[in-house]
């Protein structure tokens, strides 16, 4: 089995106070604030995690969801391997103003880029205004994964990281991104000159990461 050493940035989107950044909170260090400021333009977290026998380092910039800075936020779509948009299952407007936000990044990101919905809050269940049949809709509808998730619980926090990194694994090994085109968000780099040669050869092994 390879060791494979992904950095993946990963954008998160979408309208304010839908638990972006508890979502960011509880996956890097594991702990949940009831009580986060609104993030000015975007702030950064990281994690390594094991998917498939690879090392994988995510890049993960959590983006604000006000409207005056949509412009920036703009900006951190391009060069991710991913995005994870989240809605607030307790919030009707939250879900309904997805396919704008979807547009948006279609429109920066590249193509091949990995998209994840994620309906938040799912401890909420007795406020739920957005069916997680609606959601599962949504994603079907425009190729996205899809879950929901709780960032006060813990429910489906690592799966929305690790489904989404699993996917752009996937994605390299099936040639879906040439690992060697920067064009993509990926940059290659080796421990051993050799390595850099037998990729070349073979568009396999090494170490890479995903910027």
Request: proline residues 1%.
């Amino acid at each position: 089995m390879k060791t494979l050493l992904v950095q993946q940035k990963v954008a998160k989107a979408l309208d304010p106070s839908v638990g972006k950044s508890c979502l960011m909170l509880q996956f890097t260090y594991n702990r949940f604030q009831p009580i986060h400021d609104v993030t000015i333009g975007a702030e950064f977290g990281s994690r390594i995690v094991n998917i498939n026998g690879g090392h994988i380092k995510l890049q993960i910039w959590d983006t604000a969801g006000q409207e005056k800075f949509r412009s920036i936020t703009r900006f951190y779509y391009r060069g991710a391997a991913a995005a994870l948009l989240v809605y607030d299952i307790t919030r009707r407007e939250t879900f309904d103003n997805l396919a704008s936000w979807l547009e948006d990044v279609r429109q920066q990101a590249n193509s091949n880029m990995t998209i994840m919905l994620v309906g938040n809050k799912a401890d909420l269940t007795h406020q739920r205004l957005v069916s997680k049949e609606e959601g599962e809709q949504f994603a079907k509808q425009n190729g996205l994964l899809f879950l929901e998730a709780s960032s006060k619980t813990f429910l489906n926090v690592e799966d929305a990281f690790t489904k989404t990194a699993a996917k752009i694994f996937q994605n390299i090994e099936e040639g879906v991104f040439d690992a060697l085109s920067e064009s993509c968000g990926i940059q290659m780099g080796y421990r051993r000159p050799q390595d850099r040669l037998k990729a070349i050869d073979t568009r396999r092994g090494g170490c890479c990461r995903i910027l």
